[in-house]
């Protein structure tokens, strides 16, 4: 059933010319055909997707001030959700309003994909703003700073930082803290960069409320089987992207991908089963939600821009007000001091933090016997992922910050 669109699928009028438009703020036309040009002028060889990319990452030290894409938009559907497979009391439990209040939207013809603009309780997301950047980033889980510094230099990157991200100046000149160095943490199953695989022998726990969450989500999109075993935290800054991937190293695709996103709004990227399919393109706000099932599982996909916050404000009104009081006892969410948040808020205003969670193994599957002895995370494989585009890429270098 067609539906109207949400805030973050925007429609105007076809350029001269045909075709359709999606629009981003800051629209000039110009830079779609220019784009279009340069395309024919590679003889056409150049995927959608990379152009697209190309096009909506802007040059070096460019303002986010001219992205468009010219490409097929598909009609906009609801998504059915199970409001009778996730309590209101557990929804609770994970910072969530009921289901029944959530709104979830589809794509025609990307069965499988799910979007959910927002359903977190207010307040609510601070909790996981402070985990990503307190909590989740303690050994052992896993960190790109591990590829050129020591374990010790690496351990309470929170402790390291806070006081001077706290008292920070925004003067361009002033120094990086660690979490600003931070641009991924890898929890549960830790991924081989060089084998491209998860192994059985690098594994650390994965966090408890962050599977609670994700597990409801997935119980309420129509899967109550998932397990959360893997996630990647990615940590964006405004000359940050992520480059075009597909999310295909766990055994298991019958379950979903589940991504979360917290502070400055993105651009994302859906292309398709190959990368020379035109993608569509659509806004990421903070406390948005897609899944990535069927059909959708392994579509080629990108986040080509990130965008201040479209309020004109440094935070999203999301964020302004504090964990509730009247939470279950048995919530996973935790009080976030007016210490911590000072932290976080400073943080977040040139900064975006993306959870991903994924199931590695179906149930009752074991990982073939040769990834057992695969080595384990190094200096080098982790090197081998950042230079590859599976991950975020800086526009700039951070030599000497």
């Known amino acids: ?9 925007l429609h105007v009028p076809p350029p001269r010319g045909g075709g359709n438009l999606l629009s981003i703020p800051g629209t000039d036309f110009a830079s779609v055909f220019a ?23 802007g040059g070096l030290g460019q303002p986010p001030t001219t992205c468009a894409l010219r490409c097929g938009i ?8 199970s409001f009778s497979s996730v309590s209101d009391h557990d929804a609770y439990r994970a910072g969530l309003r009921p289901v029944n209040q959530w709104k979830a939207y589809g794509l025609k013809n990307y069965p499988g994909f799910i979007f959910i603009p927002d359903p977190f309780l207010p307040g609510c997301q601070r909790h996981w703003v402070k985990q990503c950047l307190k909590t989740y ?15 010790t230099e690496t351990t309470d990157l929170w402790g390291k930082s806070q006081h001077q991200l706290r008292n920070k100046s925004s003067s361009k ?14 929890l549960g199953y830790h991924y081989n960069w060089n084998t491209k695989k998860y192994s059985a022998n690098h594994y650390t726990p994965f966090p408890s409320d962050l599977a609670f969450l994700s597990e409801q989500v997935a119980k309420a999109c129509g899967f109550p089987r998932f397990q959360a075993e893997a996630g990647i935290l990615n940590y964006y800054h405004f000359d940050s992207s992520l480059g075009i991937h597909v999310d295909e190293s766990e055994l298991d695709y019958s379950q979903p991908l589940l991504s979360f996103c917290f502070g400055q709004s993105s651009i994302f990227l ?43 404000k440094p935070l999203p ?41 994924r199931q590695v193994l179906a149930e009752g599957q074991s990982f073939p016997t040769e990834a057992r002895t ?28």
Request: aromatic share 4%; net charge negative; charged share 20%.
């Open 1 to 9: 059933m067609a539906t109207a669109a949400p805030s973050g699928f």
């Open 35 to 57: 784009a279009e040009q340069e395309c024919q002028m590679d003889g056409g060889g150049k995927a959608p997707l990379v152009a697209e990319l190309k096009l909506l990452g």
């Open 74 to 81: 598909p009609q906009i559907v609801s998504s059915p959700l």
């Open 137 to 151: 980033t303690q050994k052992p889980n896993v960190c790109n700073l591990d590829m050129h510094m020591s374990s």
């Open 173 to 186: 000149r002033a120094s990086k803290t660690l979490l600003e160095k931070l641009r991924w943490v890898t």
């Open 270 to 312: 859906l292309g398709g089963l190959k990368r020379d399919e035109a993608p569509v393109a659509m806004f990421m706000h903070s406390g948005d939600m897609m899944i990535m099932s069927g059909f959708s599982r392994l579509l080629y996909h990108a986040v080509p821009r990130i965008l201040p916050n479209l309020e004109g």
């Open 317 to 357: 009104s999301c964020l302004e007000l504090p964990l509730p009081a009247d939470l279950p006892e048995d919530s996973v969410m935790e009080p976030c001091s007016q210490e911590d948040w000072q932290v976080c808020a400073k943080y977040l205003q040139a900064s975006r933090v993306n959870m991903t969670v």
């Open 374 to 401: 695969g080595r384990d995370l190094d200096a080098s494989s982790v090197g081998s992922y950042h230079e590859e585009h599976s991950e975020i890429k800086k526009h700039k270098s951070d030599t000497g910050s």
